[in-house]
C-alpha cells in the first residue's frame, strides 16, 4: 500500500509504503481508482480542523473504488464491485441524532480522511454500510468529486430550497461544489448567480460556459433579489453579503464545515424573516437520493487530474486559488 500521510499540521504529505491493511468485521478493502481533493482536507492539512488520529492521517474523502477483500459479517457486497466512499465514514447508530434520522449529526461519528485513513492512497479500509453503488454512467473521475463537493451542495440546496420557491439562487465560492451544484439548479430550472473571488476569471467564465445567469465578484450586488443563496467558500465576511442579497424571506446556507469568523451586522439584514441556517456533514439517505439525480441530469465535474505523488500540489493549487472546479487524484 502507497498512502500520502500528514503527520502533522502544516506539513508536506509523506509518501510511506506499507503492507495492505486487512478489512475487520463489517469492513472492506478497496483498490482506490479515483480521489478527489476536498476543501475540507485542505482544513485537516492547514490545521483548521485538529488532528483527530495519533500518528498521522491520510486525506481524502471523495474516494471512488474496488472491493478486492471483504471482511467478517459483510454481506451484499461482492469482491469487483465499484464504490463511493464518502466523508462520513461511520456512526454510532445508537445516540438520538441517529436514531432520528438525523446521523449527520451523530454523537460518536467517523470521518473519511479525519479520524479514519482516506484515499490519498492505492488502497483504502471502510465500512462496508457507508459505501455506495455509482452510477454506471460516470467515470471513476467524474464520480470522485460527487462524494462530497456534490452531496454537501445537494443538502445545501435543498435546505435553501425547503418549503419556499427558489427561482434566482446566488452561489458565494465557485469552486468544485459550486459548479456541481449549479448544473443541477439549472437542470431544475434556477437561475444561477455564480460570486467569485474578485477578479477570479477562470471561475467566472466557467460558471458562465455551464450556464449561469450572472457570474461577478463576491463584493458585487446581483442584478436581482436572490431567493436564496448558499455560501461555499469559507470566509465569514460573505455572511453579511449574502444577506444582504436575499429577498425577504430568502435563505442564506453556510455550506462548510469551517469558516472564519462572522463579523457583526446589522439586524436589519436578518430581519424581514431572512434565515441564516448552515448545512453539517451528510447522510446516506443524500447519497442515495443524489447520485442517480445527478447522473440523469447530466451533472459533470470540470476536472483536473493528479498522480498520487503530485497530492501536496493539487492542495496548493486549491489553497492558493489556481484551481477551477475540482481535483482529482489518481494512483
Same mark, same amino acid.
Given at each position: 500500500?502507497?498512502?500520502?500521510?500528514?503527520?502533522?499540521? %502544516?506539513?508536506?504529505?509523506?509518501?510511506?509504503?506499507?503492507?495492505?491493511?486487512?478489512?475487520?468485521?463489517?469492513?472492506?478493502?478497496?483498490?482506490?481508482?479515483?480521489?478527489?481533493?476536498?476543501?475540507?482536507?485542505?482544513?485537516?492539512?492547514?490545521?483548521?480542523?485538529?488532528?483527530?488520529?495519533?500518528?498521522?492521517?491520510?486525506?481524502?474523502?471523495?474516494?471512488?473504488?474496488?472491493?478486492?477483500?471483504?471482511?467478517?459479517?459483510?454481506?451484499?457486497?461482492? /469482491?469487483?464491485?465499484? %464504490?463511493?466512499?464518502?466523508?462520513?465514514?461511520?456512526?454510532?447508530?445508537?445516540?438520538?441524532?441517529?436514531?432520528?434520522?438525523?446521523?449527520?449529526?451523530?454523537?460518536?461519528?467517523?470521518?473519511?480522511?479525519?479520524?479514519?485513513?482516506?484515499?490519498?492512497?492505492?488502497?483504502?479500509?471502510?465500512?462496508?454500510?457507508?459505501?455506495?453503488?455509482?452510477?454506471?454512467?460516470?467515470?471513476?473521475?467524474?464520480?470522485?468529486?460527487?462524494?462530497?463537493?456534490?452531496?454537501?451542495?445537494?443538502?445545501?440546496?435543498?435546505?435553501?430550497?425547503?418549503?419556499?420557491?427558489?427561482?434566482?439562487?446566488?452561489?458565494?465560492?465557485?469552486?468544485?461544489?459550486?459548479?456541481?451544484?449549479?448544473?443541477?439548479?439549472?437542470?431544475?430550472?434556477?437561475?444561477?448567480?455564480?460570486?467569485?473571488?474578485?477578479?477570479?476569471?477562470?471561475?467566472?467564465?466557467?460558471? %458562465?460556459?455551464?450556464?449561469?445567469?450572472?457570474?461577478?465578484?463576491?463584493?458585487?450586488?446581483?442584478?436581482?433579489?436572490?431567493?436564496?443563496?448558499?455560501?461555499?467558500?469559507? /470566509?465569514?465576511?460573505?455572511?453579511?453579503?449574502?444577506?444582504?442579497?436575499?429577498?425577504?424571506?430568502?435563505?442564506? /446556507?453556510?455550506?462548510?464545515?469551517?469558516?472564519?469568523?462572522?463579523?457583526?451586522?446589522?439586524?436589519?439584514?436578518?430581519?424581514?424573516? %431572512?434565515?441564516?441556517?448552515?448545512?453539517?456533514?451528510?447522510?446516506?439517505?443524500?447519497?442515495?437520493?443524489?447520485?442517480?439525480?445527478?447522473?440523469?441530469?447530466?451533472?459533470?465535474?470540470? /476536472?483536473?487530474?493528479?498522480?498520487?505523488?503530485?497530492?501536496?500540489?493539487?492542495?496548493?493549487?486549491?489553497?492558493?486559488?489556481?484551481?477551477?472546479?475540482?481535483?482529482?487524484?489518481?494512483?
Amino acid at each position: 500500500m502507497l498512502g500520502m500521510i500528514l503527520k502533522s499540521p %502544516r506539513t508536506p504529505l509523506v509518501a510511506e509504503v506499507c503492507d495492505d491493511p486487512e478489512p475487520g468485521p463489517g469492513e472492506v478493502r478497496l483498490r482506490v481508482r479515483a480521489c478527489g481533493v476536498c476543501r475540507t482536507d485542505l482544513h485537516v492539512v492547514d490545521g483548521d480542523l485538529p488532528p483527530r488520529r495519533a500518528g498521522g492521517i491520510i486525506p481524502g474523502h471523495e474516494i471512488v473504488g474496488v472491493v478486492e477483500a471483504v471482511g467478517p459479517g459483510v454481506a451484499g457486497v461482492a /469482491v469487483g464491485a465499484r %464504490r463511493g466512499v464518502p466523508w462520513l465514514g461511520s456512526t454510532c447508530g445508537t445516540c438520538r441524532y441517529c436514531r432520528e434520522g438525523q446521523e449527520n449529526l451523530c454523537d460518536d461519528p467517523g470521518f473519511t480522511g479525519w479520524t479514519r485513513h482516506g484515499g490519498y492512497a492505492d488502497t483504502v479500509i471502510a465500512r462496508a454500510d457507508f459505501c455506495f453503488p455509482l452510477p454506471e454512467a460516470l467515470s471513476d473521475v467524474a464520480a470522485a468529486p460527487l462524494l462530497c463537493a456534490g452531496l454537501i451542495g445537494f443538502r445545501s440546496w435543498r435546505m435553501a430550497c425547503a418549503g419556499r420557491p427558489v427561482a434566482a439562487l446566488g452561489l458565494y465560492g465557485f469552486g468544485a461544489a459550486a459548479h456541481l451544484l449549479a448544473q443541477l439548479a439549472i437542470h431544475e430550472g434556477q437561475r444561477v448567480h455564480a460570486f467569485t473571488r474578485p477578479g477570479d476569471g477562470p471561475a467566472q467564465a466557467l460558471a %458562465r460556459e455551464l450556464g449561469c445567469a450572472w457570474a461577478g465578484d463576491a463584493g458585487e450586488a446581483p442584478p436581482e433579489p436572490l431567493d436564496a443563496a448558499i455560501i461555499f467558500a469559507p /470566509v465569514g465576511d460573505l455572511v453579511p453579503a449574502a444577506l444582504a442579497a436575499v429577498r425577504k424571506g430568502g435563505t442564506v /446556507v453556510c455550506g462548510g464545515i469551517h469558516m472564519s469568523d462572522i463579523p457583526q451586522f446589522p439586524y436589519r439584514l436578518l430581519w424581514e424573516e %431572512r434565515r441564516l441556517v448552515s448545512v453539517a456533514n451528510l447522510t446516506r439517505q443524500d447519497a442515495v437520493d443524489y447520485l442517480p439525480r445527478a447522473a440523469a441530469a447530466g451533472v459533470r465535474a470540470h /476536472v483536473t487530474t493528479y498522480p498520487l505523488a503530485e497530492a501536496n500540489a493539487a492542495l496548493d493549487d486549491l489553497r492558493t486559488g489556481r484551481l477551477t472546479g475540482a481535483a482529482v487524484l489518481v494512483p
